[in-house]
């Protein structure tokens, strides 16, 4: 009977309610800030084309009957599953905030997003809006301590939340501690992270980035969640990660389109802090019993029982909140996270002088319509647009004979060279191309009007064997391409340009040059090589 109780504790799932799409209103009408109006493109640039929540309201529209309130007046709270608070630059009036909570009780969800050391006001006006929660947000800034500002999130073993039960580890910018007390529960912790007290006389409010006696260290909450009468609310600590220029980043757009769903399915099974309760008791009491009566083979069938049961219960919940609806493979261009040498968006600060981390160019796939995605298998890629392999040096048989495949049935394939990283010889042959020759001191010329013609490069690679689109001072090839199968493959030679150092942060604006190279890329993504 505890055993059972225990699993009960442990389960909860939610009812996934009725199976139309969810309803989700985001009010704009308090935020000066996350805009959701400028867009994400090939021509325009700065904080507000990167700093907004546009890659996010286009998902939610894609897999929800997603509005926007310009005017609080404009919610329709009869007609929404999960409202979305987002940077609240203004305060919610007394009579705003009374409506918000009749719509939690009765059983709405209600998606909060705030950030680091109160700035622009929003932590103070988002911890208003809290009171009846347990919920608090710090007036810090959390920062890894090996890895400067960003954390790593991850599930952490054991019991998941129902709000990240499909979420992989998730690459965080600078957040604020969360502040809990019953019957509010932790969602996702950072571990190894200091709290940082905010500096108020510059425009971020950001410290000093550095730990000292007094501060918080080691675990502090970042997202957190409350049973408020028949609804539930979540709260995330960090507003950057969901902007556009980090909303493709693994774990970003997972964590929203599960909250959703999570939100959606109200507080059906029990409160959150009773529902603990009841689970650590029998748990408890479980542990008692067979300490006290049962020999050492029962002990470690029971403990062989709960472990099992930990992964059963896992798989009902990510089967009960299925997110697959928020994501369109049609759009998705696949980055291989394995077989290379270079960082892509996953556990690892970027910097403008970073020479092997190819974030911008994984971010700025989204500025033609494309969804950059990081993927650890070829299996993910199934179904896609595009698969880059950047410096794919280390790619088995099998796998070659799985891009063969994909790139046949119509898959877009762009291949990143640089004269340190190659790409794997079995794989070029398996396409029908030549040996790669790095060569130094180039200026590039070009077939028609290609992008980057006439432009210098220090060192580059050719290659045989493709339709050359821009080609070195002896006409060998260095980016071609060529039709294959149902789909078509791109080698760019010149993959030392889109290192960060060269091709640019993903806020800045590009120079004449970044943009040649861009544009090199974006022919690819745009309409096939």
């Given at each position: 009977?505890?055993?059972?109780?225990w699993?009960?504790?442990?389960?909860?799932?939610?009812?996934?309610?009725?199976?139309?799409?969810?309803?989700?209103?985001?009010?704009?009408?308090?935020?000066?800030?996350?805009?959701?109006?400028?867009?994400?493109?090939?021509?325009?640039?700065?904080?507000?084309?990167?700093?907004?929540?546009v890659?996010?309201?286009?998902?939610?529209?894609?897999?929800?009957?997603?509005?926007?309130?310009?005017?609080?007046?404009?919610?329709?709270?009869?007609?929404?599953?999960?409202?979305v608070?987002?940077?609240?630059?203004r305060?919610?009036?007394?009579?705003?905030?009374?409506?918000?909570?009749?719509?939690?009780?009765?059983?709405?969800?209600?998606?909060?997003?705030?950030?680091?050391?109160?700035?622009?006001?929003?932590?103070?006006?988002?911890?208003?809006l809290l009171?009846?929660?347990?919920?608090?947000l710090?007036?810090?800034?959390?920062?890894d301590?090996?890895?400067?500002?960003?954390?790593?999130?991850?599930?952490?073993?054991?019991?998941?939340?129902?709000?990240?039960?499909?979420?992989?580890?998730?690459?965080?910018?600078t957040?604020?501690?969360?502040?809990?007390?019953?019957?509010a529960?932790?969602?996702?912790?950072?571990?190894?992270?200091?709290?940082?007290?905010?500096?108020?006389?510059?425009?971020?409010?950001?410290?000093?980035?550095?730990?000292?006696?007094?501060?918080?260290?080691?675990?502090?909450?970042?997202?957190?969640?409350?049973a408020v009468?028949?609804?539930?609310?979540l709260?995330?600590?960090?507003?950057?990660?969901?902007?556009?220029?980090?909303?493709?980043?693994p774990?970003?757009?997972?964590?929203?389109?599960n909250?959703?769903?999570?939100?959606?399915?109200?507080?059906?099974?029990?409160?959150?802090?009773?529902q603990?309760l009841?689970?650590?008791?029998?748990?408890?009491?479980?542990?008692?019993?067979?300490?006290?009566?049962?020999?050492?083979?029962?002990?470690?069938?029971?403990l062989?029982?709960?472990?099992?049961?930990?992964g059963?219960?896992?798989?009902?919940r990510?089967?009960?909140f299925?997110?697959?609806?928020?994501?369109?493979?049609?759009r998705?261009?696949?980055?291989?996270?394995?077989?290379?040498?270079?960082?892509?968006?996953?556990?690892?600060e970027?910097?403008?002088?970073?020479?092997?981390?190819?974030?911008?160019?994984?971010?700025?796939?989204?500025r033609?319509?494309?969804?950059?995605r990081?993927?650890r298998?070829?299996?993910?890629?199934?179904?896609?647009?595009?698969?880059?392999?950047?410096?794919?040096?280390?790619?088995?048989?099998?796998?070659?004979?799985?891009?063969?495949?994909?790139?046949k049935?119509?898959?877009?394939?762009?291949?990143?060279?640089r004269?340190?990283?190659?790409?794997?010889?079995?794989?070029?042959e398996?396409?029908?191309?030549?040996?790669?020759?790095?060569?130094?001191?180039?200026?590039?010329?070009?077939?028609?009007?290609?992008?980057?013609?006439?432009?210098?490069?220090?060192?580059?690679?050719?290659?045989?064997?493709?339709?050359?689109?821009?080609?070195?001072?002896?006409?060998?090839?260095?980016?071609?391409?060529?039709?294959?199968g149902?789909?078509?493959?791109?080698?760019?030679?010149?993959g030392?340009?889109?290192?960060?150092?060269?091709?640019?942060?993903?806020?800045?604006?590009?120079?004449?040059?970044?943009?040649?190279?861009?544009?090199?890329?974006?022919?690819?993504?745009?309409d096939?090589?």
């Amino acid at each position: 009977v505890l055993l059972l109780g225990w699993a009960l504790g442990q389960s909860d799932i939610h009812t996934s309610g009725d199976r139309q799409l969810p309803r989700v209103a985001v009010d704009e009408s308090h935020s000066e800030w996350s805009w959701l109006d400028a867009p994400y493109d090939e021509d325009q640039y700065g904080s507000k084309t990167t700093y907004n929540y546009v890659a996010l309201l286009e998902m939610l529209r894609a897999a929800t009957t997603a509005s926007v309130a310009q005017e609080f007046s404009d919610i329709a709270f009869g007609e929404v599953d999960v409202l979305v608070v987002k940077m609240p630059t203004r305060r919610y009036s007394s009579d705003e905030r009374e409506e918000i909570w009749r719509f939690v009780n009765g059983g709405g969800g209600l998606l909060v997003i705030g950030d680091h050391t109160n700035v622009f006001g929003t932590s103070r006006h988002i911890n208003e809006l809290l009171e009846p929660t347990g919920i608090q947000l710090e007036f810090d800034g959390v920062n890894d301590s090996f890895f400067h500002q960003r954390q790593v999130l991850s599930n952490g073993f054991g019991s998941t939340h129902a709000a990240t039960i499909n979420v992989p580890p998730t690459l965080m910018a600078t957040s604020c501690t969360l502040a809990l007390s019953p019957p509010a529960v932790p969602v996702r912790i950072g571990q190894s992270v200091y709290a940082d007290r905010g500096e108020y006389s510059n425009f971020s409010f950001f410290g000093d980035h550095t730990w000292t006696l007094g501060e918080p260290a080691g675990r502090v909450v970042q997202v957190a969640s409350e049973a408020v009468g028949r609804g539930q609310v979540l709260v995330f600590s960090d507003s950057t990660i969901f902007s556009t220029f980090t909303f493709a980043f693994p774990g970003v757009w997972e964590s929203i389109a599960n909250g959703v769903v999570f939100l959606r399915s109200g507080n059906s099974l029990l409160t959150s802090w009773t529902q603990q309760l009841f689970r650590w008791l029998c748990l408890f009491g479980l542990v008692l019993l067979v300490a006290r009566h049962s020999t050492p083979t029962w002990s470690i069938v029971t403990l062989a029982v709960l472990i099992g049961w930990q992964g059963v219960a896992n798989d009902l919940r990510a089967r009960a909140f299925n997110i697959d609806s928020f994501s369109d493979s049609r759009r998705d261009v696949g980055f291989l996270y394995r077989g290379n040498e270079f960082l892509l968006p996953l556990e690892h600060e970027t910097h403008s002088w970073d020479t092997t981390s190819y974030h911008s160019m994984f971010t700025r796939v989204g500025r033609v319509g494309r969804i950059p995605r990081v993927i650890r298998s070829l299996d993910e890629a199934k179904g896609m647009r595009a698969l880059v392999l950047i410096s794919a040096t280390q790619i088995s048989e099998r796998e070659v004979a799985e891009v063969v495949e994909l790139v046949k049935s119509g898959l877009d394939l762009v291949l990143v060279a640089r004269a340190d990283g190659l790409v794997d010889e079995k794989l070029l042959e398996a396409l029908g191309i030549g040996a790669q020759t790095p060569i130094n001191k180039v200026v590039l010329r070009g077939e028609g009007s290609a992008p980057a013609a006439g432009l210098y490069v220090d060192s580059c690679v050719s290659v045989t064997g493709l339709d050359p689109i821009l080609t070195g001072a002896s006409r060998e090839t260095v980016v071609g391409a060529k039709e294959f199968g149902e789909g078509s493959v791109l080698y760019l030679g010149v993959g030392r340009e889109y290192a960060v150092d060269r091709f640019g942060t993903v806020k800045s604006a590009p120079t004449q040059r970044q943009r040649q190279f861009a544009e090199l890329m974006y022919q690819a993504l745009r309409d096939g090589p």
